[in-house]
């Protein structure tokens, strides 16, 4: 075991110095292209009957490339995973091949899905958007919330100690309900929350254009807006204090306020902060049509149905668009509201 990891840690060095991929630790699957809210800052559910999903066959077919990466993580986002009706087949492939399986999901069908859930998924990483009338309200789904609740608490009643953790889109429909959202994280048993600004400007999340003004501004703070998010941040390093100690806000108070940067950088009032990522490096995110992506938001570079994974991330195209792309001036990469970056002694 000790050589392996040695063995996959130059690996993962080789890839960031030659731009080849030797190592992918993590990759990221869309099991299912529908979901199952409508929530106002995502376009996923407008394609809802246009149905695309991964199969077994496409997962099993991953495998040799999966094998030869070494990698050691996958996470099946969405649209909602668990709407695709193979979804634990999908997963014990991943199981039997010894990789752990993460699940990114809005928490609706948590509780009638618990029991294969702590058998076949190493985590849970669930939605969480305001307290229970802004969740239902931005998720447009009556009851969302009480589901999600009732599906962690369940989770909560059968292991104790599975991890749950909660992501939440920090925007204009619900920044004033920050702290709310914090305490209902913690009521709720969730062990770490995590925050980040919303993508006003690329093509993910199904947008077939990228939103212009009338539509970002739904979800894009005002100018006037700014002066309260930042008070608003502020208090919560001040009155939080311990959650940053302890871990379970997983940003530092300096992330936290870039946050609040990145909504100020569309007026001009600053840069859009700087993110160390190397996420095409280190992961990929395939589509439920098979389409491989360098991360969420670039184009895609290739599609499993024609080529295997490694044939593609290791194309001349793919391999001169890493060692070509700057992610201080690549427009995308710039507004760009995550980032990856794991060194290569990190495990996923």
Known sequence: MLLQSINHTYQRYRTLKTHRISALPIVILMPHSACNC?????????????????TEQDVSGLLDSLKKF?????????GEALLNQNFFGLCEILKSAGIKVSLLTTGLSVKAHAEKLLKYVNDIIVSLDGDQPLHDAIRNIPGAFQKLKDGVEHIRSINPKYRITART????????????IIYQARLMGID???????????HAFNRQMAWEE????????????????????????????????????AESPEKLMDIYRYYAAYYGLNPFPF?????????????????????????????????????????????NWRKTLDMSTNSTCVKCV??????????P
């Open 192 to 202: 770490q929350v995590s925050f980040l600004p919303a993508d006003v400007s690329s």
């Open 338 to 347: 995550c980032s990856l970056n794991l060194s290569p002694r990190m495990n």
């Open 214 to 249: 009338p539509r970002q501004n739904e979800i894009l703070l005002s100018e006037r807006e700014l002066p309260e998010l930042k008070a608003i941040i502020e208090r919560i390093i001040d009155e939080c204090s311990e959650d940053f100690t302890n871990g379970f806000i």
């Open 169 to 180: 889109v920090i925007h204009r429909l619900n920044f004033w309900n920050w702290s709310s």
């Open 275 to 319: 993110k160390k990522c190397n996420a095409p490096w280190v992961s990929t995110v395939i589509e439920a049509d098979g389409s491989v992506r360098p991360c969420f938001f670039h184009e895609a570079i290739g599609n499993i149905k024609d080529s295997s994974l490694a044939t593609i991330l290791n194309s001349d195209d793919a391999i």
């Open 38 to 54: 409508r929530c106002v800052m995502c376009d996923i559910w407008k394609d809802n009957k246009n149905l695309k999903q991964l």
């Open 70 to 78: 070494g990698t050691r993580q996958v996470v099946m986002s969405g």
